[in-house]
């Protein structure tokens, strides 16, 4: 009987080692024919960025880039619904019916004047595809091809967001009010990144972007001629107490642990020397890692102002602009989707080009998306010394190593494929 239980459990491990050993087998060989199947493509996926990258449009007026998309999803018989947000586009490929999961890229280039002296460079004088935003599209639209290709293995149903306006538009909050993510129950995006390497990404659970806000404001007094201050109301002086008491915001009143910037980025008032003027208008930004913190600290930078106005006589008008620069809240990454990407991209990169992400105090309007569903956001290398792809975002001189594109279209249609086939 005993040597029987022996025999009986040596069985089970050896089948349990034995199916271990198939399934890795079968992630290596699916993770080499996606591999494969995006390095096929690259021809087109550069030809397809260098588009967009010529004709870059601001945010909202994406209508070119928008119609190129739709274009060629017409081409691969894929079918979608737009507009969303004026421009955005969110096509379907998959069985129709949940699980249903979501991809985003973003469409919308800088008001940057391109520097970079290459036969592909920006005609449009004063906009350029300064932040990759060209790349997220391209790659998006390559896993929308990748995908059609293996429509029938699908398990479930991919939705892909082309979305407007990141860039200051907080297109990602109108996509998801005008329905974008409709049954969706999980996204994933990626942004490029020059610090890292190609064929590298970057993913971290938990806060990974801050939440966003600017403000201004307007201290006014009395003005009038500066031989006598006694008949005067100086704004000035009020301003200068009022910069210095909101350092005291972050340095005294928020945990030292978690995260906080407040920043005066301009003043301006008065224009002579002989007299006060009667107001001065100041302004800057506001960031958190955790939206909660966002809102509290707005209320303190609120009391602050006036407060310090009053107490020189003045009066404070101060605004954080929301119709025009919506807040943005965190980018908190879901620890079981962050799992996902590293399982993903882990298969088709190798472990050791999967790193830890850094948390960094810039805003991304994906947070949007996450207040609504589960979502993980990851940055992925472009790092290349030999083509110049070493200036960071938002410079005129940012550069893109085009061998990230195969490598994002084959990660997001592993993990929209994956996610679906590994959901029950
Ligand atoms: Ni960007």
Known sequence: MGSFLIVHSLLIFLLFLLSTALCNLDHTHYAKEIFQAAKREKDWLVS?????????????????????????LDKLGVSYSYPFAQTGIVAEIGTGSPPVVALRADMDALPLKELVEWEHKSKIDGKMHGCGHDAHTTMLLG??????????????????????????????????????????????????????????????SGPLLAAVSSFEAKIVGKGGHAAEPHQNIDPIIAVSFSILALQQLVSREIDPLSSQVLSVTYVSGGTVNNAS?????????????????????????????????AVHRCTAYVSTREEEHPLLPAVVNDERLHKHVKRVGSLLLGPQNVKVDKKVMAGEDFAFYQEAIPGSMFSIGIRNEEVGSIHSPHSPYFFLDEEVLPVGAALHTALAELYLSEHL
């Open 48 to 72: 397809i960025r260098r588009q967009i990258h010529e004709n870059p449009e601001l945010k909202f007026e994406e209508h070119n880039t928008s119609a190129l998309i739709r274009r060629e």
């Open 143 to 204: 896993a929308a091809k990748l995908l059609s290709q293996r429509k029938e293995k699908l398990q479930g149903t991919v939705r892909l967001l082309f979305q407007p306006g990141e860039e200051g538009g907080a297109g990602a909050s109108h996509m998801v009010k005008e329905g974008a993510l409709g049954v969706a129950e999980a996204i994933f995006a990626m942004h490029v990144d020059f610090t890292s390497p190609t064929g590298t990404i970057g993913s971290k």
């Open 277 to 309: 003027p009667s107001y001065v208008e100041f302004g800057g930004t506001l960031r958190s890692l955790t939206t909660d913190g966002l809102h509290q600290l707005i209320h303190r930078l609120k009391e602050v102002i006036q407060g310090q106005a």
